[in-house]
C-alpha cells in the first residue's frame, strides 16, 4: 500500500480583508509577509509534516510551485537544505501549472511504487500576484501544504489516478509577467475549468464505477467559489457534507498549492474508511483518489490548515500589502543601500545560515550558535559536532524595538532567544504583534528571506512567536 | 608588574567643538585639534616623535594626519577599537613612551560623521558576509540591556523610562554648561520620558548626538614634563578588555552587565592602586553611548551596587553637585559621540578639571584630586579604562 503518512500545513500569518482591496469585496484573502516567499512557505508547510518520521528517512522532496523565486536554480535543494535533509536523495522542482501539486503527488507515489524511494515529501507553495485591479488579485491567497509520501504507515492509500491535459489558454503567465493574465471570463469557464473538470470526473466514475456516494470528500480545485459550486453541483456531490470548503473566504485560491492544502484540510476531518476525491485543474486534470486508514488517526497533531485558519493578524491597509508584494514603493526616508551577498562566505557558512545549525562541544556540552571553533565555555578547539537548532522551541530572554532602521518591518524586534534544548542566538523576530512582545515568551523559529539583491534571494533564519 | 602608572605625563590637549561641523573636513579635525593640544603644550609640531591616530569610520590611512599636520617622517598609526578608538591611541601613545622609544607622541582621534547620509545604523561585518547580521542601529543592541535590566530588577517601564530621563536631564544640564558641547541646552524629564522612540524603550532623549569632532593629547615622561608645566597631568592605570562575543554566544550572559567593563575597570583600580572607587574617585567621564549604558557602567565601575543605581540617580549623587559627578562635560549624550574622538574627548575633560579650568563645571576641592576617564564601550567590544591624576 503506498500513500500519504503523513502532512503539514502553512498558512501565512497575515490576512488582508477584500472590503480593504475594493469596496463591496468579501472575506478575506492570506498575504505572505514581506519576508515570505514561496520557498519559505514551503519550508515551514514541510517542517510541518515531521511528527513521526525522521528527516535522515527523508529520500526525496517534489516542490511544486508556478511563483518559485528562482528560474535557473532548483528550488527544491534550496528547501531541502533549509528542511536540513541529507543530500543522497532526488530533488525536483515541479512547476509551470497550478495542478503541479497533484502532479507532484503522483510523482510521488509512483516512485515509492517503483521502488526508488521510500519517504518523499511533496511540497506545493503558491504566492501568485493579480494585477491590482483585477479580479484575481481579489481572490488569490499564500499558503503551502505538504504531504509524506511512502509505504509505511499509510493513513491515506493511493487508490488511482488518471491525469488529462487541456491545451486552453484560459488563466497563465509568460516568463516575464508578474501578473496573471486570462481570457474572456465565459470563455475561460466554458472552455477551462468548467468543461474539463466536469469530463475528467464524469470519466473517472465510469472507468472505477463509482459515483457521488462512493465519496465521503470531494476536494475539488475552486478558482472561486462560485466555480466549485457549480461543478459539485453537476456532478451530484452534497455541497454542505461532501465538497471541502475550498477556503476561498478564509484564505483565497492558493494556486498550485491549492489542492494539497484543501486535501489536508479534509483529512484532518476523515475517518478510517473513508473515500476521497482530489482534483485539481490547470492545463488539464489531476484526478486521485484516495482510501483513509486507521493510521490517520497518528496525524492528529499535525499542524495542518485548521490550525492556521484562526492564527491570523490584519495587514494594516491595502497600501501596506502593495509594499509588500513590491508593487508600491514608498520613500520613506534615508534608505540603506542593497547590500552585495558573498556567494563565497554563504557557501562557507550554508550550515549557519540556511540549515540553522550550531556547533556542540564534544569536551563540555556547550551548544553555540553560530559554530564556533573555539568552544565560548571551555576554549576547547575543533572539537564539536554540528546541530540543528532550526526545529528547537525557544524563550525570549530580551529585545528591544527598532522604531527607524527597517521601515517595512517597523518595528524591527531584535531578540536574543534562548533554546530550550540549550544554545542562544540573536535574531530578528517576525510575525509579531509588537505590543505583545514579553521577556519570556515561548518563540519558534521560521525560514524567511532578509532581502533580495543583484539576483540573490538572500535567505535567513528569524524567530517568531509560537503560532498554531 | 607595576603597569603604566605615574610613567606618563598628559602635557597638552585639545579639543575641537562637536556638532554638525559641516565646513570641517577630517583634516580639518585633525589639525585644530591637535594646534591647540601643541600650543597648551607650549611645543611645535616637529617635537613630535611619534602620533597614533584614531578614527573608526574615516578609512584607514594614517598617513592622512601627516597630511594634515605636514610632520616631517615621523612613524604615524591608524588605530581602530570601535568608540575605544581614541582611548586606545592614547594607549599606544602612553605605551611608546613608557617603553623608552620616543619622548613625545601624539594621540588624535577624530570622526566625521555628517558628510554621510549617516543612518546611525551598525553593519561593521567585513566583506566576506552573508549580510545576516540585522543591520540595526546601535541603539537597538542596548536596548536588550535595558529591557533586561528592567525586568530583571523589577522595574515598570514609566519608572525606568524616568530614571534614565534623569541621567539624560544631567548631562543636558552639564553640556548647557560647555561651549564645545553639540548641544547646550537643557531638557526635563518630562520631555526625555514623551520624546518620540528610537529603540524601545530608548527614546531621542537617551541616545547620544551624531557628531563630527577630533581631540587630542601630547604626551611625555614626568620628568620631561616638569619642562612645560607644572600643572601636568598624570596616567595612573589603562586598561583595555575586549570582549569575545560571550554575551550573544552563552545562555549566562545576563546582559545587565557589561563584563569587559568591569574586567577593564579591575585591572585598572589595581593598576591604579584604587581601593573604594566611589569614595577615592572625585570625577568620572564614562560612556553613555545612551543612558542605559552610564546606568550599567555606574554599576560595572563599583559606582554602585548591583540593580540599585537607580538609588543614586533619585539622590542626585552623580550630578555636578552630586558626590561623584558623572560626565561633567555633558557626555557622549550632549557633548556628541563622534566615533574616532570620544575616548580623548573624556580625558579632555578631566585634564581641564584637574587644571582648575573646568570654568562653570569646575568640580569643587579641586587640585589635588583623582579622577577617572572612562571610555567604555560597545557590548561585544572593548572597555578602555583610564585614571589620571595630577600628583
Known amino acids: 500500500m503506498i500513500g500519504i503518512t503523513s502532512y503539514g500545513a502553512y498558512i501565512p500569518l497575515w490576512r488582508l480583508k477584500r472590503e480593504a482591496v475594493a469596496k463591496g469585496g468579501k472575506g478575506e484573502k492570506s498575504v505572505g509577509s514581506f519576508d515570505e516567499d514561496s520557498l519559505t512557505m514551503a519550508v515551514s508547510a514541510s517542517v510541518n509534516s515531521f511528527g513521526g518520521i525522521e528527516r535522515e528517512a527523508i529520500d526525496g522532496l517534489l516542490f511544486a510551485s508556478t511563483t518559485f523565486p528562482y528560474k535557473e536554480k532548483q528550488n527544491a535543494c534550496l528547501a531541502a537544505s533549509a528542511i536540513d535533509l541529507r543530500r543522497d536523495i532526488m530533488t525536483l522542482d515541479v512547476s509551470n501549472t497550478l495542478r503541479a501539486g497533484t502532479s507532484a503527488l503522483r510523482i510521488a507515489g509512483d516512485l515509492v511504487k517503483a521502488g526508488s524511494a521510500k519517504n518523499i515529501i511533496v511540497t506545493a507553495s503558491d504566492c501568485r500576484l493579480g494585477s491590482p485591479g483585477s479580479s484575481f488579485e481579489q481572490v488569490c491567497g499564500d499558503g503551502a501544504g505538504a504531504l509524506i509520501v511512502g509505504e509505511t504507515d499509510v493513513a491515506a492509500e493511493i487508490e488511482s489516478s488518471f491525469s488529462v491535459y487541456n491545451e486552453v489558454f484560459d488563466v497563465w503567465r509568460a516568463d516575464e509577467d508578474k501578473f496573471i493574465r486570462s481570457w474572456d471570463e465565459r470563455f475561460v469557464q466554458s472552455e477551462g475549468y468548467g468543461k474539463t473538470v466536469a469530463d475528467a470526473i464524469a470519466r473517472l466514475m465510469r472507468e472505477k464505477n463509482l459515483g457521488p456516494k462512493d465519496f465521503a470528500k470531494a476536494v475539488i480545485y475552486a478558482p472561486d467559489q462560485r466555480r466549485v459550486e457549480e461543478a459539485a453541483a453537476k456532478l451530484g456531490f452534497d455541497l454542505r457534507t461532501q465538497v471541502q470548503d475550498p477556503l476561498i473566504s478564509t484564505i483565497g485560491n492558493t494556486g498550485a498549492a491549492s489542492p494539497i492544502i484543501l486535501l489536508i484540510a479534509a483529512l484532518e476531518e476523515t475517518r478510517p474508511g473513508d473515500r476521497l476525491l482530489c482534483v485539481s485543474y490547470g492545463d488539464g486534470c489531476d484526478i486521485i483518489v484516495l482510501k483513509v486508514t486507521e493510521h490517520i488517526e497518528k496525524l492528529r497533531s499535525r499542524r495542518g490548515v485548521r490550525a492556521f485558519l484562526e492564527s491570523k493578524q490584519y495587514v494594516q491597509d491595502y497600501a501596506t500589502y502593495l509594499e509588500w508584494k513590491g508593487i508600491l514603493k514608498k520613500e520613506r526616508g534615508p534608505g540603506k543601500a542593497l547590500q552585495e551577498v558573498s556567494l563565497t562566505a554563504l557557501r562557507r557558512d550554508w550550515a549557519e545560515v540556511i540549515r540553522f545549525q550550531g556547533s556542540r562541544c564534544k569536551s563540555c556540552g556547550t551548544i553555540q550558535y553560530p559554530p564556533q571553533r573555539v568552544c565560548t565555555q571551555c576554549h576547547a578547539k575543533d572539537q564539536f559536532d554540528l546541530v540543528r537548532l532550526s526545529d528547537k522551541k525557544g524563550s525570549l530572554f530580551t529585545y528591544s524595538a527598532d522604531y527607524i532602521s527597517d521601515p517595512l518591518g517597523v518595528p524591527v524586534i531584535l531578540s536574543v532567544v534562548d533554546f530550550e534544548s540549550g544554545g542562544r542566538a540573536v535574531l530578528t523576530m517576525t510575525d509579531h504583534n509588537s505590543k505583545e512582545i514579553k521577556i519570556g515568551m515561548g518563540v519558534e523559529m521560521t525560514f524567511r528571506k532578509l532581502f533580495y539583491n543583484e539576483g540573490i534571494h538572500n535567505y535567513f533564519w528569524k524567530c517568531t512567536p509560537s503560532r498554531a | 608588574m607595576k603597569g603604566i602608572r605615574d610613567k606618563v605625563a598628559i602635557i597638552g590637549m585639545g579639543c575641537t567643538r562637536f556638532g554638525e561641523l559641516w565646513d570641517k573636513s577630517q583634516g580639518d579635525l585633525m589639525l585644530d585639534a591637535c594646534q591647540e593640544a601643541v600650543e597648551d603644550a607650549g611645543i611645535e609640531t616637529k617635537d613630535i616623535q611619534a602620533a597614533w591616530v584614531g578614527t573608526a569610520l574615516g578609512g584607514l590611512l594614517g598617513m592622512r594626519l601627516a597630511r594634515a599636520l605636514k610632520t616631517e617622517y615621523i612613524p604615524i598609526t591608524h588605530v581602530e577599537n570601535l568608540c575605544a578608538t581614541a582611548t586606545d591611541t592614547l594607549r599606544q601613545a602612553c605605551y611608546a613612551v ?294
Open chain 2, 98 to 391: 613608557a617603553a623608552g622609544v620616543c619622548e613625545v607622541a601624539l594621540a588624535v582621534g577624530f570622526e566625521k560623521l555628517k558628510d554621510s547620509k549617516y543612518l546611525i545604523a551598525g553593519g561593521f561585518e567585513p566583506p566576506e558576509s552573508t549580510k545576516i547580521e540585522p543591520i540595526l542601529p546601535p541603539a537597538t543592541s542596548y536596548a536588550l540591556a535595558a529591557n533586561r535590566y528592567f525586568y530583571r530588577y523589577g522595574i515598570a517601564p514609566q519608572e525606568g523610562k524616568e530614571v534614565l530621563a534623569k541621567i539624560a536631564v544631567k548631562n543636558h544640564h552639564n553640556g548647557s554648561l560647555n561651549k564645545r558641547a553639540h548641544f547646550q541646552r537643557e531638557i526635563t524629564v518630562e520631555q526625555a520620558v514623551s520624546a518620540p522612540m528610537i529603540a524601545y524603550p530608548l527614546g531621542v532623549y537617551d541616545c547620544c548626538g551624531v557628531s563630527d569632532g577630533a581631540a587630542a593629547a601630547i604626551v611625555t615622561t614626568p620628568e620631561l614634563a616638569k619642562k612645560y608645566r607644572d600643572d601636568y597631568v598624570l596616567v595612573k592605570a589603562i586598561q583595555l578588555a575586549t570582549g569575545a562575543y560571550q554575551r550573544p554566544l552563552q545562555t549566562a550572559g545576563d546582559f545587565v552587565h557589561f563584563e569587559e567593563t568591569v574586567v577593564a575597570a579591575r585591572r585598572a583600580y589595581q593598576e591604579a592602586g584604587i581601593t573604594d572607587p566611589r569614595k577615592e574617585i572625585d570625577v568620572a567621564e564614562v560612556h553613555d553611548c545612551f543612558t542605559i549604558t552610564e546606568l550599567i557602567t555606574y554599576e560595572d565601575l563599583g559606582f554602585s551596587p548591583r540593580g540599585r543605581a537607580k538609588e543614586d540617580v533619585k539622590a542626585g549623587a552623580f550630578e555636578l553637585t552630586g558626590e561623584l559627578p558623572v560626565n561633567t562635560d555633558g557626555g557622549l549624550k550632549c557633548f556628541g559621540h563622534p566615533f574616532g574622538a570620544s575616548g580623548l574627548r573624556m580625558v579632555y575633560e578631566i585634564y581641564k578639571q584637574l587644571q582648575g579650568k573646568a570654568d562653570k563645571r569646575q568640580v569643587k576641592d579641586a587640585l589635588p584630586i583623582t579622577s577617572l576617564a572612562l571610555p567604555v564601550i560597545h557590548p561585544c567590544a572593548a572597555s578602555a579604562f583610564w585614571a589620571v591624576g595630577s600628583s
